[in-house]
Structures are given as structure tokens and as C-alpha cells.
């Protein structure tokens, strides 16, 4: 040994040290060696996933789970397990549109995630860009360029590596995200589409409804393929929250008016309204006013109930009824597959009524 590491032994050690240093690397964190590479093989149904942090990630339906998309802190024993299951863990990716336009802004970015998923051994990256694009302008076609350098370097540096891209509901504008969706779609592995928050309270007729609307949401889907994108690039999002609406009259046939006309032009500017993760939703079934009701028109499920101050409530999700609907429709259209945002809003306790709650929403990924 003290031979090895004379002379040109030591030099040697030394030169290793430095490149690992240089490349950004560290020790794998995983039991065995051979977890800690990158996730290459696919499968024909993607079940997309979005972990927000804590450890509610091991009671996952492990069986179905194809990526999870990781929103919170960095977690070594969630890349081991999740590769142990053949699953991908990817990144986050945010950036402002307002720097992405410099090359040499993008090209640093880039590098920055690349060394980074290679430092913590994971597949990919999930580009989370919600901002304000116009048609056409150079933020438009900037942004098209950086999912599309993000996906070269990433497949280069990383084989197998995933990139994606998360959307709005419709291609129409949502939210004045003019973004250029044929381009993007073409560029990276494929879209994740946010079918979700589909409501516009502020311009509404101030009467609560689904987060996300059957029908609504499948003319969006509609929307993106007669625009020319492959089925197989888009993965449908759906919600495991919903939203929580206080009444400022709510009438004997479940009819809640949330917000009263305050300023012209803007009819529901003083909406009262916050999420609520489906493991809270269920805890209030039993003291509601009207049990679990069911929209056949938006086909998904409400209940009323009566808060501590007197206030009426109105509260809007979905269910394994109405995920089911939204899947079956995802894998008879023939789309790339199906996930939520975001798996850590289920009770993962040991309770007999939040098992049978936590393994319905799982199962009505498949659309059954």
C-alpha cells in the first residue's frame, strides 16, 4: 500500500480527487452501487408523480409510479428506493423568461441542473415555467430554444434522461402563457398538461364549480392535438385537491354565490376561496351539511358544510369517481399517460377509511 501511493501512485490519487471534485460528483448514497444509475428503460404508461417533500413517498403506489417529479427538498433514500422500483426521480426546473434571453444565461442554467442531477443521481429534469409569455416575442422564442438545449445536453450527458415541460390545461392563452406548444412538445420527451385550476373566479358568474370540469378539460386535450401534437407527448394532470369556497349565499339546491358585484367589469374581485388537500376534504364528509354530492354536468363531486363562525362552505374536488372518467379518456385517447399534483395530498395513516380513500385515488389512475 505505501508503495501504491508513492510517486506516480500518488500523483494518480490526486488526479482522481480533482476530477470528482471538478464533475460535481458525490459518494452514491444507495446500499447498492448499481441504484445510483440513471433510470434509462421506458414503460408503455407513464404514471407521473409530484412529491412536495416529508416521507409520505414510501407509501406511493410503487406499482404504477413511472417518474416522480421532486418539488422538495433533496431526499438520497427516495432516489435509491424509487430506482429500486425502475422509477425516475427527477428535478425541478425554474427559470425567469426575462434572462432566458441570452444564450450564455441559458447555457449556464443548463449546466448548472446537469451537474447538479448528476450529483444526486437522478433522471432528468421538469421544467416548471408558469410566467407571462406573449406570442411571438423573443421570451416566446427563447424559451422554445431552452427546452430544447435543456433536452439535448440532458440526453447527452445523461442517457436515457428525461426531459419534460408542464402546461396549462389549454393551449388557448391560459393565463397569457402564449407559449409555442408545437415547438415545445417537439423538443422535449413530452408535456406534462396541468388540467387543473381550470376555473377563473374573477370572471366568472360568482357561482363555484369543479377545479376541473369534464368536459373542459377534455377540449383542451382536443385543443393540443388538432394543433398538431402527438397524443403519446402529453400526460394528463389531474388533482388530488380542490377548492374551498365560502358562500355569500347558498341556496336550498346547492347553488353557492361566492363574491357579490363589487367593481364594474370584474364581478367576483373579492373571491374568498383556498385549497384543500383531498386527505382534509375527506375528513369532512361526515360533518357536512349535504354529505358528497355529484355534478353530472362538470361530473365531479361537492359538499356543503357550516365552519365554526356560522359561514356556508362550498368545496370542490375530485375523486377516484372522477379521476376514473379522466383516465379512461387518457388511455382511450391514447396519450403518453396520466399523473397528479400532488401524491403527498392523500392520508397515508393507518386508518381502515384512509387506506380504502388513499387505494381508491391510486387505482382510479388506471381508469377503473
Not at 413530452?190 to 373542459?216: H, R, T
Not at 392523500?346 to 387505482?363: H, N, V
Request: proline fraction near 4%; charged fraction near 20%.
Amino acid at each position: 500500500m505505501k508503495r501504491l501511493l508513492g510517486g506516480g501512485g500518488a500523483r494518480l490519487c490526486l488526479a482522481l480527487l480533482l476530477r470528482h471534485w471538478l464533475l460535481g460528483s458525490s459518494a452514491c448514497p444507495c446500499e447498492q452501487p448499481s441504484l445510483c444509475k440513471p433510470v434509462s428503460s421506458q414503460r408503455d404508461f407513464e404514471v407521473f408523480a409530484f412529491d412536495v417533500g416529508g416521507k409520505t413517498w414510501k407509501f406511493y403506489d410503487w406499482t404504477q409510479i413511472t417518474t416522480v417529479a421532486t418539488f422538495g427538498d433533496y431526499d438520497p433514500e427516495l432516489i435509491c428506493y424509487a430506482h429500486s422500483k425502475g422509477s425516475r426521480v427527477v428535478l425541478k426546473g425554474n427559470i425567469s423568461v426575462k434572462k432566458i434571453l441570452k444564450l450564455t444565461v441559458r447555457t449556464a442554467w443548463i449546466k448548472q441542473k446537469i451537474s447538479l442531477a448528476k450529483k444526486q443521481y437522478m433522471d432528468g429534469i421538469n421544467i416548471d415555467i408558469e410566467q407571462t409569455v406573449k406570442k411571438s416575442s423573443a421570451e416566446y422564442y427563447a424559451l422554445t430554444a431552452l427546452v430544447k438545449e435543456t433536452t439535448e445536453i440532458f440526453h447527452k450527458e445523461i442517457p436515457g434522461s428525461q426531459v419534460t415541460f408542464d402546461v396549462p390545461w389549454s393551449p388557448e392563452c391560459v393565463d397569457s402563457r402564449c407559449y409555442n406548444y408545437t415547438g415545445i412538445a417537439d423538443s422535449c420527451d413530452f408535456l406534462f398538461v396541468m388540467s387543473y385550476d381550470e376555473q377563473s373566479p374573477l370572471w366568472s358568474s360568482c357561482i363555484a364549480g369543479a377545479n376541473a370540469p369534464y368536459k373542459q378539460t377534455l377540449v383542451g386535450y382536443d385543443h393540443y392535438i388538432r394543433m398538431g401534437i402527438n397524443p403519446k407527448k402529453l400526460v394528463m394532470g389531474v388533482p388530488w385537491y380542490g377548492y374551498d369556497y365560502i358562500c355569500s349565499n347558498l341556496h336550498k339546491d346547492h347553488v353557492c354565490f361566492f363574491a357579490k358585484n363589487v367593481f364594474p367589469g370584474a364581478p367576483c374581485n373579492n373571491v374568498t376561496m383556498r385549497q384543500a388537500p383531498y386527505r382534509i376534504i375527506m375528513t369532512l364528509e361526515n360533518t357536512s351539511t349535504s354529505g358528497i354530492l355529484w355534478d353530472e354536468e362538470q361530473k365531479a363531486p361537492f359538499l356543503d358544510y357550516k365552519d365554526s363562525k356560522g359561514a356556508f362552505h362550498q368545496l370542490w374536488f375530485d375523486n377516484a369517481k372522477s379521476i376514473s372518467l379522466k383516465a379512461a379518456y387518457a388511455k382511450e385517447r391514447g396519450l403518453r399517460g396520466i399523473g397528479m399534483w400532488n401524491a403527498n395530498c392523500l392520508d397515508y395513516s393507518a386508518s381502515i377509511a384512509a387506506q380504502q380513500q388513499t387505494e381508491a385515488m391510486w387505482k382510479a389512475l388506471k381508469g377503473a
